[in-house]
């Protein structure tokens, strides 16, 4: 789901993750087994992690706001993935990070919810399944120079490190 911090201060920030209720028979929603899920939520997360669980289709993210970073690696398809980016768009975020953007729906979705939003760069990584949006450096100048120069530095390290590449 996403990452909310207050203020300039690591400790306080918070992790949350959505996912289906407990109990929800897998095969349902995973029938090909591509269920990747550790054993425990947040095991491998070393901030403080909320687990909320529903369906993201629909769910009221508002309580968790303002939500900074969001990573959507949710149901493959058009429906969800543009309904999920509708969503963390709503939170004003400065980065949105989609796992598997090579498959198709999931790409088409992210283009089409992404494309009149203009104050978003849209990346893919190159070589990997990832795609992200980053919010243009311009609007981010406006609140503080220095935070304007973290951004770009981050555009580079990006580029540099991971093959960023601006989508067309």
Known sequence: ????????NKKNVKVYSIDVPVGTDPKII???????????????????FTQVFGNSYGFDFSPYYLIEGWFIDGKHDYKYTKNDTSLALQSDPVIIIWHDADIEEVGKAIVEEMKAHVEYGLFRVIG?????????TCEIQKKDERERIITAGFHRVLSNC???RKCK
């Open 30 to 48: 995973y029938p090909n087994g591509e269920d990747g899920h550790p054993k425990e939520p947040g095991e491998y997360c070393k901030l403080p």
């Open 128 to 136: 990997t399944r990832i795609a992200c949006a980053i919010k243009n």
């Open 1 to 8: 789901m996403g990452i909310k911090k207050s203020g300039r």
């Open 162 to 164: 991971f093959g960023l």
